[in-house]
């Protein structure tokens, strides 16, 4: 049998005199700095702010999917979504250098990649399995459809970009980061959620608000008319 890792299992020193032992492991995986994106289809309702498509970037090690409403599939449009997507890993310390993309890249998207010194890998024509984000947007899809399940009939669905923010939260919340697997991918980019501080409501839920009349203060002289 194959004897303990005396790095890793130190014996004790309980009986022996204490001294200024330490002690430190590894814990999870080397980052890899792998990303990948890809955008779904157009969705059968556009929304109220007039969004078609969802744009998706999927970071491997910290396990995130990230979501962003776009109105087209325009090269800028697509740039500017992705840009502020990246943000998002840059200030959680989850930094991209290898971006996966379907088998096509616009010039203006090259050009950023170049800028901020970014590796990029295209999908082989039809082999789309190859793209990590097509996995993460059949997730994202399956997720979002329980929310919209969870909603009231009389919800308007063209309101659906406004559910993307807390659907993105409650997702990676429940999704365990390759990184270290002791966070989930939501703690491993912006810290523990504090539940008492935000607590989450189911979205779409019917809410009757009762709104207190103010007192009008009539003076002697004013009569009222019919």
């Known amino acids: 049998p194959l004897l303990p890792d005396p790095d890793l299992f130190p014996p004790s020193l309980e009986k022996a005199n204490r001294t200024h032992y330490l002690f ?9 700095g792998k990303c990948y994106s890809d955008l779904t289809g157009k969705l059968p309702l556009p929304s109220s702010q007039g969004n078609n498509y969802l744009f998706i970037l999927y970071d491997y090690d910290s396990n995130y999917i990230a979501a962003k409403p776009i109105k087209d599939r325009q090269a800028t449009t697509i740039l500017a979504a992705y840009v502020k997507v990246h943000n998002i890993f840059v200030r959680g310390g989850s930094c991209p250098r290898i971006q996966g993309l379907d088998n096509e890249c616009s010039a203006i998207l090259k050009a950023y990649f170049k800028d901020k010194d970014i ?25 979002f459809k329980a929310v919209l399940c969870g909603c009231d009939p009389r919800f308007p669905m063209y309101f659906w970009c406004l559910l993307i923010p807390q659907t993105v939260l409650t997702l990676n919340l429940l999704r365990t980061s390759y990184f270290n697997p002791k966070h989930s991918a939501w703690s491993c980019l912006n810290g ?5 501080a935000h607590p989450i409501a189911p979205l779409g839920t019917h809410v009757i608000m009762h709104q207190k009349l103010s007192l009008i203060h009539i003076s002697e002289p004013t009569r009222l008319r019919r």
């Not at 430190?24 to 890899?32: C, N």
């Not at 890998?121 to 793209?131: K, V």
């Not at 523990?192 to 008492?196: G, L, Q």
Request: hydrophobic share 35%; no cysteine.
């Open 24 to 32: 430190a492991a590894v814990i999870g995986r080397s980052p890899t």
């Open 119 to 143: 590796a990029y890998q295209l999908t082989p024509a039809y082999m789309h399995h190859r793209n990590a984000a097509e996995r993460a947007i059949q997730t994202f899809k399956d997720h």
């Open 192 to 196: 523990p959620y504090d539940y008492t």
